[in-house]
C-alpha cells in the first residue's frame, strides 16, 4: 500500500493555501458586504446546493449565534414554495463555487421580485449568480484537493474561512457582548459559564428582606424562620438596605460555645462584618468558585452600589447545571 502521509499533507497544504490566499480577496468588495449585512432590517437568509448548501447552514447558524437573524432556506425547497419565507427586507447571501448552480439560479428572480437583497458568494466575478447580485464575496478559482480534482475541498473551506471573516466582522463592528452571547447560548457547559449571579439567583430569596442592624439576634432569627428562609445564612443591612454584615449557622454554633445569652445580644454584636459578596451582575462561574475556595453554601448578592439583592445559594448553582 502507497503511504497515505504524504498525500493527506498535500490536501492539508492546499487547503492552508486557499484560506491564505483569501488574504487578497479582503478589500472594498468586502467592506461593501459586511455594511449590506449591517443594513439589513430583517433576516440574513442563507442558501446554497450540496456542499455549498452545508457551508451555508453553518455560516446562517453562526450569524443567529451572534446576534444577526438568520436562517437556512434549501434553495430546491425555495423554488416549491418556501420563497415565501423571504421578505423585502431579508438579504439573501448565495453560496455557489461555479456561480452557476441551476438551483441556485432558479431563485434569483423571485429574490429580485420580492425586493431583497442579493449577496453572492463565488469564486468568479463574471459567473451569472455574480451578474445578478448586489454584493460579492469572492474565493478565487481553487484547484480542489481531490484525486480527481472534483470533490469539494479547497472550495468549501474557502467559503467556510470567508464566511467566518464576514460574521465575525460584523459582530466585532456592532460591539457584541459577552453578555449578548449567553443570552443565545443559555444551554450546556459554555452557556452555564457564562450565566450571571442574578440569573441563577432563588428569586423568592430576592424578595426575602434582610435583618436590620439594631435587631435583637433572636427576634431576628424568629423572624426570618418564620419567612421560610433556609437555614444557612441571615444577610443584615442598615436602613439604606446597605448590607452590612452576614450571621451564619456557624456564628451561631460559634456563640453557644462562648455565651449561651448571645440570643439576646443585637445582631450587630453577632454577625460577621463586611463579608464576601457576589455582584448581581457578577458571572455565577466566579461566584462559584469563590464558595468552593472558601466552603461557602450561602453569598449575599448585591447590586454596584452595595444595596442587597439577595442570598445566592449552593442550590442555586446547582439547579443551573454546575458541579462539585
Known amino acids: 500500500m502507497t503511504d497515505p502521509v504524504p498525500y493527506a499533507r498535500e490536501v492539508i497544504r492546499l487547503e492552508a493555501e486557499a484560506v491564505a490566499a483569501l488574504h487578497g480577496q479582503i478589500g472594498p468588495r468586502f467592506v461593501e458586504a459586511v455594511e449590506r449585512v449591517l443594513r439589513c432590517e430583517g433576516q440574513v437568509v442563507c442558501t446554497g446546493m450540496g456542499k ?3 457551508i451555508a447552514q453553518k455560516i446562517s447558524a453562526t450569524l443567529a449565534s451572534v446576534g444577526t437573524p438568520s436562517f437556512f432556506l ?11 419565507r423571504v421578505g423585502p427586507k431579508d438579504l439573501v447571501l448565495a453560496l455557489s463555487n461555479s456561480g452557476a448552480n441551476e438551483e441556485i439560479l432558479r431563485v434569483i428572480p423571485g429574490v429580485k421580485r420580492i425586493g431583497a437583497g442579493l449577496l453572492a458568494m463565488t469564486r468568479d466575478a463574471e459567473s451569472p449568480l455574480a451578474r445578478h447580485a448586489d454584493g460579492l464575496l469572492l474565493t478565487g478559482a481553487l484547484p480542489e484537493a481531490c484525486p480527481v480534482g472534483l470533490a469539494p475541498t479547497t472550495s468549501t473551506t474557502a467559503q467556510l474561512a470567508l464566511g467566518d471573516a464576514l460574521v465575525m466582522t460584523v459582530a466585532k463592528l456592532r460591539n457584541f457582548t459577552v453578555e449578548e452571547y449567553a443570552l443565545y447560548h443559555p444551554g450546556g457547559a459554555l452557556g452555564r459559564q457564562l450565566l450571571t449571579v442574578g440569573e441563577v439567583l432563588d428569586q423568592d430569596q430576592t424578595s426575602a428582606p434582610p435583618a436590620r442592624l439594631g435587631t435583637g439576634t433572636r427576634e431576628a432569627l424568629v423572624a426570618a424562620g418564620g419567612l421560610g428562609r433556609r437555614p444557612g445564612a441571615l444577610p443584615v443591612a442598615d436602613e439604606a438596605d446597605q448590607l452590612v454584615g452576614l450571621l451564619t449557622d456557624g456564628d451561631v454554633r460559634r456563640w453557644l460555645l462562648r455565651d449561651p445569652t448571645f440570643l439576646d445580644r443585637p445582631i450587630d454584636d453577632v454577625m460577621t462584618r463586611d463579608p464576601l459578596t457576589a455582584r448581581v451582575d457578577q458571572l455565577a462561574a466566579e461566584a462559584w468558585h469563590a ?24 442550590q442555586d448553582l446547582l439547579r443551573a447545571g454546575f458541579s462539585a
Open 52 to 54: 455549498s448548501g452545508i
Open 74 to 84: 434549501h434553495p430546491a425547497e425555495a423554488s416549491h414554495g418556501d420563497l415565501g
Open 291 to 314: 464558595m468552593q475556595e472558601h466552603a461557602f453554601d450561602e453569598l449575599p448578592v448585591v447590586d454596584e452600589q452595595g444595596t442587597y439583592v439577595g442570598l445566592l445559594d449552593v
